[in-house]
């Protein structure tokens, strides 16, 4: 399976001034979702790509986040739903647009290999409320958790350049039985299924910030299980 950069983007937190009305989108506000497309190569770190930047950087960013990818196919989705006609690639604050596969197809822990550079599927995006706030639709956050086009996270194994039409050619899949689509499943609809949680939670490859908020949703979901079964007696 090969994937290609359709889109690269990089771009500096900025403050966004208020705007004279009263909808909560417009008072001021701090992000990097607004980047800026790149036409020649970027430099790849093990932090991410040179001249990119987070304005939370504690839900955003670091090593294991450190490249945020968008499958282009969902594009087409978004530009037929209320207020998005003219959403770009880049809208939803991505590093990459990619083609040749999406949620479906990929899975956590994947490695490509994009000339020198490699990195690794870390976890499914989590989709945050700045991402409603710049297309002024509320619950865009809420629609990208349901549909499950939500993006997802690489990891940096050894950095190099990335650039515009650069294909990524899959090197080792140790995951198969954890795709994006099922992830996002067990994160945003499957609330109830610790016994899922807890398994997602052991693959070695995902996120430490998914671990642990998987493994807290098991904790919980068992002692209330256990709380219930101990009333019945």
Same mark, same amino acid.
């Given at each position: 399976?090969?994937?290609?950069?359709?889109?690269?983007?990089?771009?500096?937190?900025?403050?966004?001034?208020?705007?004279?009305?009263?909808?909560?989108?417009?008072? $001021?506000?701090?992000?990097?979702?607004?980047?800026? +497309? *790149?036409?020649?190569?970027? =430099?790849?770190?093990?932090? #991410? &790509?040179?001249?990119?930047?987070?304005?939370?950087?504690?839900?955003?960013?670091? $090593?294991?986040?450190?490249?945020?990818?968008?499958? +282009? *196919?969902?594009?087409?989705? =978004?530009?037929?739903?209320? #207020? &998005?006609?003219?959403?770009?690639?880049?809208?939803?604050?991505?590093?990459?647009?990619?083609?040749?596969?999406?949620?479906?197809?990929?899975?956590?822990?994947?490695?490509?290999?994009?000339?020198?550079?490699?990195?690794?599927?870390?976890?499914?995006?989590?989709?945050?409320?700045?991402?409603?706030?710049?297309?002024?639709?509320?619950?865009?956050?809420?629609?990208?958790?349901?549909?499950?086009?939500?993006?997802?996270?690489?990891?940096?194994?050894?950095?190099?350049?990335?650039?515009?039409?650069?294909?990524?050619?899959?090197?080792?899949?140790?995951?198969?039985?954890?795709?994006?689509?099922?992830?996002?499943?067990?994160?945003?609809?499957?609330?109830?299924?610790?016994?899922?949680?807890?398994?997602?939670?052991?693959?070695?490859?995902?996120?430490?910030?998914?671990?642990?908020?998987?493994?807290?949703?098991?904790?919980?979901?068992?002692?209330?299980?256990?709380?219930?079964?101990?009333?019945?007696?």
């Amino acid at each position: 399976m090969n994937i290609q950069i359709l889109a690269l983007f990089v771009g500096r937190s900025k403050r966004i001034a208020a705007r004279s009305s009263n909808e909560w989108w417009d008072q $001021p506000w701090e992000s990097g979702i607004f980047k800026e +497309a *790149a036409s020649g190569p970027v =430099w790849l770190a093990y932090g #991410g &790509l040179q001249g990119d930047e987070q304005a939370d950087r504690k839900n955003h960013g670091g $090593p294991e986040k450190a490249v945020c990818a968008y499958p +282009a *196919a969902h594009y087409d989705y =978004w530009r037929r739903r209320p #207020g &998005l006609a003219d959403i770009p690639f880049g809208g939803f604050g991505e590093n990459l647009t990619l083609g040749g596969a999406t949620e479906t197809q990929l899975c956590i822990g994947d490695r490509f290999k994009f000339d020198d550079a490699i990195v690794e599927i870390s976890q499914p995006r989590q989709p945050c409320w700045k991402l409603s706030r710049r297309w002024h639709v509320k619950d865009l956050k809420e629609q990208a958790e349901q549909t499950g086009f939500t993006g997802f996270y690489f990891r940096v194994v050894k950095h190099g350049w990335l650039r515009l039409g650069g294909v990524g050619v899959l090197l080792e899949r140790p995951c198969p039985e954890w795709n994006l689509a099922g992830c996002n499943e067990i994160m945003h609809k499957r609330l109830q299924d610790f016994a899922a949680a807890q398994r997602l939670a052991q693959c070695p490859q995902l996120s430490g910030s998914w671990k642990d908020t998987l493994f807290a949703r098991a904790r919980s979901l068992d002692k209330k299980w256990a709380g219930s079964e101990i009333a019945k007696t």
